[in-house]
């Protein structure tokens, strides 16, 4: 079979942007594409849009225009029951879906809100849609030994291979002090902090990590070759919540650019490199480069090595390697998720790593969560600087603080671009339709 009127109308956008085609052939290629069912959230229509400056939807009669509505409060219950609704309308099994659904509130809770509801319609759903991830794979334990295994996601969710993994490493230090599993074939998985305080919640220092398709530049090079590859600890305090850091190892991120985009701001110097070695700044134009990759972020510390750029780079590499070594797994090209001559979608199958350290074996519970508390308490209280103002934090603080206050107001704030998620969501499959007649803020 050929490829359908969306897919052909797609490869048309991308020979357009590749070629610096004109701004009318590259409408005349988005008109078809949204005429053929083509989603205004599809990351290529974005960057085209942005970059000609075109509408990604017919205008309105001026009759018809309206403000957009505010956002509005939906309790945190509603809004995983919604996710949850979602996930099996899609074919995934209920308990593999009530883990999943969990999985990303918990980011709504912590405050991480580009990994929770924002995710569901455009990361999930699409890309089930697309046929480049499954609603439903069996998760299978490739290799085994006592305190580690190897299990093969087969294309599934993450959302739910990760929890399946970080849990078996947990079972397995609990039984020998020690437990790593890594995962193959696997696909987003969510924030990679839920698994490192899976482990801290269960007595353990938890570790993990995730590569993703490729944005990083190696030091002195330009081509994106490693994920923004996340590096995840968890680790048990007397707080009332863990010491937690779950950060990239890039400078920045995409959605961070296409933020800058939507604020018509330029894209801070030393954050992007281009193929000729330029530091970019013009963030539109950068926004369309990356998607045809000649544009690369660069890693923590920047381009070069005047600011210890070699440093974020040998962490996203760390990464990279625990993620694809043990699997004989793929990386860059292999997981970019897209056919860079023809635009089109392909599966980008991931790596994980999941590491879980009894602390019982080693030293009292109670002792090293008291211990670390001291230390935490040191660094907090220390000397702050007379010109920064506001207060020293801590790796898990501003979560908890996020989390406290959402629940005081009864819920995530949910803006309307995220309602109109929902409404399409539910709008588009009967299941959902039937039970959901009417969102909190219709």
């Known amino acids: 079979m050929g490829p359908s009127p969306q897919e052909?109308?797609?490869?048309?956008?991308?020979?357009?942007?590749?070629?610096?085609?004109?701004?009318?052939?590259?409408?005349?290629?988005?008109?078809?594409?949204?005429?053929?069912?083509?989603?205004?959230?599809?990351?290529?229509?974005?960057v085209g849009a942005s970059v000609y400056g075109l509408s990604l939807a017919p205008p309105e009669p001026p009759a018809k225009k309206s403000k957009a509505p505010p956002a509005a409060i939906v309790p945190f219950d509603f809004m995983k029951q919604f996710?949850?609704?979602?996930?099996?309308?899609?074919?995934v099994p209920e308990a593999e879906a009530e883990t999943s659904a969990e999985v990303l509130i918990e980011a709504d809770r912590r405050g991480i809100d580009s990994h929770g509801i924002g995710r569901l319609k455009p990361i999930y759903c699409d890309r089930m849609d697309q046929g480049i991830l499954f609603p439903h794979k069996p998760i299978d334990v490739v290799r085994e030994s006592p305190t580690s295994a190897l299990v093969d996601g087969n294309l599934g969710l993450g959302l739910y291979v990760g929890p399946y993994c970080m849990k078996l490493a947990i079972e397995k230090a609990k039984k020998h002090g020690v437990g790593f599993v890594v995962a193959q074939n696997s696909t987003h998985y969510g924030i990679a902090g839920y698994y490192a305080t899976m482990a801290s919640d269960a007595g353990c220092v938890g570790l993990t990590g995730t590569n993703a398709r490729p944005s990083i530049a190696p030091t002195f090079g330009t081509e994106p070759m490693l994920g923004t590859n996340p590096l995840c600890f968890g680790i048990p305090?007397?707080?009332?919540?863990?010491?937690?850091?779950?950060?990239?190892?890039?400078v920045n991120q995409r959605g961070k650019i296409e933020k800058y985009?939507?604020?018509?701001?330029?894209?801070p110097k030393g954050a992007v490199i281009?193929?000729?070695?330029v530091e970019r700044t013009d963030t539109d134009g950068i926004l369309r480069?990356?998607?045809?990759?000649?544009?690369?972020?660069?890693?923590?510390?920047?381009?070069?090595?005047?600011?210890?750029?070699?440093?974020?780079?040998?962490?996203?590499?760390t990464v990279e390697l625990l993620c694809t070594a043990f699997q004989s797994g793929p990386f860059g090209e292999a997981v970019c998720g897209i056919d860079r001559a023809t635009g089109a979608k392909k599966p980008m199958p991931l790596g994980h790593f999941f590491l879980a350290i009894d602390i019982a074996p080693l030293c009292p519970l109670d002792t090293f969560e008291r211990n670390s508390t001291k230390l935490l308490d040191a660094l907090r209280g220390s000397r702050k600087s007379p010109l920064a103002g506001g207060r020293?934090?801590?790796?898990?603080?501003?979560?908890?603080?996020?989390?406290?206050?959402?629940?005081?107001?009864?819920?995530?704030?949910v803006p309307y671009p995220l309602q109109k998620n929902m409404t399409d969501l539910r709008d588009k499959i009967p299941a959902l339709k039937a039970k959901y007649a009417k969102l909190p803020f219709e």
């Open 261 to 267: 985009s939507r604020d018509g701001k330029p894209t």
């Open 274 to 277: 281009d193929s000729a070695g």
């Open 83 to 91: 996710m949850k609704d979602t996930l099996v309308a899609y074919g």
């Open 237 to 250: 305090t007397k707080d009332g919540f863990p010491f937690c850091i779950d950060c990239a190892t890039s």
């Open 289 to 317: 480069d990356m998607q045809l990759g000649k544009c690369a972020l660069t890693p923590v510390g920047g381009a070069g090595d005047d600011m210890g750029g070699y440093k974020g780079y040998g962490w996203a590499t």
């Open 8 to 46: 052909s109308a797609r490869e048309e956008m991308m020979a357009v942007l590749k070629a610096n085609g004109s701004a009318s052939d590259y409408e005349k290629a988005l008109t078809k594409f949204v005429a053929a069912g083509g989603s205004s959230d599809d990351s290529l229509a974005k």
């Open 392 to 413: 020293i934090w801590t790796a898990g603080e501003l979560e908890h603080d996020a989390r406290v206050a959402r629940h005081a107001q009864g819920g995530l704030s």
